[in-house]
């Protein structure tokens, strides 16, 4: 970037002071910074004073800049002499930018150029009717439209050497001047044919109905599969429910409760009876174990639930030769009911393989699965476990 120094003595205005408009203004722009950062507003309240002072900040308007912000002189002359946005020198009423980038000298910048030179003469100098003054600047954003010029505050693109000297004139003029393109373009269409975009297709919905119609699919898709979840998750849920009420519903009494698989069935009354075994109506157990619960108060603990329904076994303070019978053998005792039995003092198999149905109903009832020791027969499990470890 080229040096940018202040304008000559000469033509330095002697004084300045805010105009009562820009002094409130200035009130309201500081007001919305915190105390201590007044110098946030350094910029707007530069370019506000540029407008009052016709176009470019003279020295003393910087100065003055710097004592309303409270900020040192040399801070406010290095963010003015630094933003080409502002101008320090004296420009004419309507300050010409002109874009010499690549796309505007491509579409002929160099003969707005030209015009520019011939109308006012060299750049940053200021016509002598005092109207007119320009610069060559860098891109102003407006390729699509090339070459343009920035006059004041607004663009004006689609240049030609005749549009835009008629545009000079008008200005000088006070006449009304059109905005943006000087060709009749209304944003950046082509300004012959269209060139791009051609196909019809794009045009008669098809190609958005199609589309359309992939989001709609694949939505639908997405639909399906998260119906088809759903009723998978319903299904299993109601798998695992009945077999959740499977699991703790009662079982009739049958001649095979509490009886290992490898001993003999007997399955009538008479045979049981001649076989040692006693008769079991669980259906008048569980009717009893319900109404003696009934009985105890909601806040009874559980071993005062196991105490009312059946009578705790027989326990041991550590195993036998502290070498515990490995219980998870017996179906339906996993790890977790081990330790339980641990805790109880059942060590041993021939432990279990002792219990009667006092005891069998208090360890159902303590350890919440009334009914499960009788449906997977840990008793007669135990015996049979038992009966090894003595073979052995």
């Known amino acids: 970037m080229a040096v940018r120094r202040l304008a000559p003595e000469a033509v330095q205005p002697k004084a300045f002071s805010f105009t009562p408009e820009t002094e409130a203004w200035t009130k309201e722009l500081v007001a919305k910074y915190p105390q201590g950062r007044q110098a946030s507003a350094v910029i707007p309240l530069l370019w506000r004073v540029q407008t009052d002072c016709g176009g470019w900040l003279p020295q003393k308007a910087i100065e003055a800049v710097s004592e309303r912000l409270e900020m040192p002189y040399i801070r406010v002359y290095e963010v003015a002499t630094f933003y080409t946005m502002f101008n320090l020198e004296p420009?004419?009423?309507?300050?010409?930018?002109?874009?010499?980038?690549?796309?505007?000298?491509?579409?002929?910048?160099?003969?707005?150029?030209?015009?520019?030179?011939?109308?006012?003469?060299?750049?940053?100098?200021?016509?002598?009717?005092?109207?007119?003054?320009?610069?060559?600047?860098?891109?102003?954003?407006?390729?699509?439209?090339?070459p343009m010029v920035q006059i004041n505050d607004d663009y004006y693109?689609?240049?030609?050497?005749?549009?835009?000297?008629?545009?000079?004139?008008?200005?000088?003029?006070?006449?009304?001047?059109?905005?943006?393109?000087?060709?009749?373009?209304?944003?950046?269409?082509?300004?012959?044919?269209?060139?791009?975009l051609t196909d019809p297709a794009l045009y008669d919905g098809s190609v958005v109905g199609a589309w359309r119609k992939r989001f709609e699919e694949e939505a639908a898709q997405r639909a399906a599969e998260a119906k088809a979840k759903a009723e998978k998750e319903k299904l299993e849920k109601e798998a695992e429910k009945a077999e959740k009420e499977a699991a703790v519903a009662p079982k009739k009494g049958h001649p095979d409760a509490g009886r290992a698989t490898e001993?003999?069935?007997?399955?009538?009354?008479?045979?049981?009876?001649?076989?040692?075994?006693?008769?079991?109506?669980?259906e008048a157990e569980d009717k009893d174990i319900a109404e003696k619960l009934a009985r105890l108060s909601r806040d009874a603990s559980p071993e005062e639930k196991a105490n009312a329904v059946g009578s705790r076994p027989k326990a041991l303070k550590k195993p036998r030769k502290d070498k515990a019978d490995d219980l998870k053998k017996i179906s339906g005792i996993g790890p977790a009911n081990e330790e339980k039995l641990h805790n109880l003092g059942i060590y041993h198999y021939d432990q279990i393989a002792q219990w009667g149905r006092p005891e069998i109903r208090w360890v159902g009832q303590f350890l919440s699965f009334a009914g499960r020791i009788d449906r997977e027969d840990w008793v007669g499990q135990a015996k049979t476990l038992a009966a090894g470890e003595r073979e052995s």
């Open 157 to 196: 693109e689609d240049l030609t050497p005749e549009n835009f000297n008629k545009l000079l004139d008008d200005l000088a003029a006070g006449k009304k001047v059109n905005i943006g393109s000087q060709a009749g373009r209304k944003s950046s269409e082509p300004q012959d044919d269209v060139k791009t």
């Open 263 to 282: 001993r003999p069935v007997a399955d009538a009354p008479a045979q049981q009876k001649a076989v040692g075994e006693e008769v079991v109506d669980l």
């Open 91 to 146: 420009v004419g009423k309507f300050y010409v930018q002109m874009c010499g980038t690549t796309p505007c000298m491509l579409r002929g910048s160099n003969e707005i150029r030209k015009v520019l030179e011939e109308r006012i003469g060299a750049q940053q100098t200021v016509s002598e009717d005092g109207l007119f003054s320009w610069l060559e600047v860098e891109c102003l954003g407006a390729c699509c439209n090339a």
